[in-house]
């Protein structure tokens, strides 16, 4: 599409209408081209050259993670969205059932708030989602992403033209990603898709706008005494190092049953933990969180031997994470809160019903509505944990990373996890296409009538009514 001004020249309402009158264009395409479409995104960066072009800007620029683990992140997303969206209906109808039938339309214009912490995948993720339900998307990069999230987009939008695309179904707004920029775009796109910070979530909800937001991240981990302690301190710690801590779905806090606290806690540290003494505990923690118990945004996805050493602490140079003892701290304690580093706080109980108790606590104090993990051979503690904790995932024996989808569960591959009405979220689940769809019911005669009242209310009196109100027509 041409232009009279340069790309980088664009005000917010500029950008919208192009996606806008690019998202005309696909508005009537066929299952196959809308499957093409998101195809082109998702390839534009699984390509290594690509991933790795972009995850070293990121590191580059804002100091968050590993390039490595935002490469492996970034791949292992998208193959499992697209693995996800195989042959899943996103044009025409949608399913059937007795005289109804759900048939999708696009939404319009997707705006997407992303976040400092994941300015890699997130782009080709949420580009892939919009485009298979025959969407535009336009991007408001976090302060501090704005070069790699537009040049994220610039892979997708190449992608785009080269299967004769409209590349302005893709784009990413100019400038530092500032509270106006937000807000403008938030008010002038059909649809709100906010995966960041808790402040960007609540403008996308005060908009106006429909949205999509994202509940705050701190996931705990609960460990009983009848799963083999080896294999939870293994899963736990590859839920601890991925991309230096940075997601939402990294263990922050590890309750251990104490007939296994010793065996996990010792397999931690043959896998890379550092166990901090109490003194050493106090000083993460000063390092960490401002005397408010705000976390320093410094210390996002930063190394461990990195923390280490800011924070005084002499570690070995293969340590990977840092274990710091919660026993005799109250739930409240900033280091029960997310850290978004490879940081995890232990804390040992006496038996699964106290460390739900703990869970609870802990996730009231932040967390509320995302998610926990637990280890067990229970299925009735499994329920019990269902019941108990206010979470929209309860992951059972698996490393937390699986939380945004894995090989082992079926659930939803995304980089956006909602809390529910807990977190004040719309939704409770893992994003996928269907939030990016509007839905046509058509309504025919049903086969079957609604059963007589005096079914319905048995044990009622009957009084003096012979048929259902919607009988009279």
């Not at 998208?78 to 949608?94: C, E, K, N, Y």
């Not at 809160?337 to 739900?356: A, H, I, N, W, Y």
């Not at 019941?387 to 090989?407: F, H």
């Amino acid at each position: 599409m041409t232009t009279s001004r340069t790309d980088d020249a664009l005000t917010v309402a500029e950008r919208v209408d192009r996606a806008r009158s690019a998202q005309e264009r696909i508005a009537t395409v066929d299952q196959q081209r809308a499957d093409e479409l998101a195809r082109a995104a998702a390839w534009a960066l699984y390509r290594d050259a690509a991933a790795r072009e972009v995850a070293e800007l990121a590191v580059e620029r804002t100091g968050v993670g590993a390039v490595e683990d935002k490469v492996f992140k970034t791949k292992r997303q998208l193959l499992g969205a697209l693995d996800d969206l195989r042959d899943a209906p996103s044009v025409g109808v949608l399913s059937r059932g007795d005289g109804l039938v759900e048939v999708a339309e696009p939404v319009g214009v997707v705006g997407a708030l992303t976040p400092a912490t994941n300015p890699v995948a997130t782009v080709p993720h949420l580009a892939t989602l919009a485009l298979k339900g025959r969407n535009a998307i336009v991007v408001s990069p976090a302060p501090g992403t704005g070069p790699a999230c537009r040049r994220a987009v610039e892979h997708v939008r190449e992608q785009l033209e080269r299967i004769d695309a409209p590349p302005d179904l893709v784009q990413a707004v100019d400038g530092r990603g500032t509270r106006d920029t937000v807000e403008a775009l938030a008010s002038a796109a059909d649809f709100v898709q906010a995966t960041s910070s808790q402040s960007v979530v609540d403008i996308a909800q005060r908009s106006g706008t429909p949205n999509h937001g994202v509940a705050v991240g701190n996931v705990v981990v609960v460990v009983d005494e009848t799963v083999d302690a080896a294999t939870a301190a293994e899963r736990l710690a590859a839920s601890t190092v991925l991309d230096h801590g940075a997601t939402c779905v990294n263990a922050n806090v590890a309750v251990l049953h104490d007939a296994v606290a010793t065996g996990v806690l010792d397999a931690l540290v043959a896998d890379g933990g550092y166990r901090c003494s109490p003194g050493e505990t106090e000083a993460v923690a000063d390092h960490l969180f401002s005397a408010s118990g705000a976390l320093d945004r410094s210390s996002v996805g930063s190394s461990a031997t990195d923390i280490a050493d800011a924070a005084g602490i002499d570690v070995p140079p293969e340590t990977r994470f840092l274990l710091v003892d919660g026993d005799g701290l109250a739930p409240d304690h900033p280091l029960f809160g997310e850290k978004l580093s490879p940081v995890v706080t232990t804390r040992t109980v006496d038996g699964f019903g106290d460390g739900l108790e703990l869970a609870d606590a802990i996730l009231t104090h932040e967390g509320r509505g995302h998610s926990c993990a637990v280890y067990t051979d229970s299925n009735r503690r499994v329920r019990s944990a269902a019941e108990r904790l206010p979470v929209g995932r309860l992951l059972v024996n698996q490393s937390s990373i699986a939380l945004a989808g894995g090989e082992s569960n079926a659930v939803p591959f995304t980089l956006s996890l909602g809390g529910g009405t807990w977190a004040g979220n719309q939704s409770d689940g893992n994003l996928s296409y269907r939030e990016f769809l509007d839905v046509t019911t058509v309504v025919r005669p049903r086969s079957e009538p609604v059963d007589d009242p005096e079914t319905l209310f048995e044990g009622y009196p009957a009084g003096d009514e012979t048929r259902p109100f919607y009988s009279r027509n």
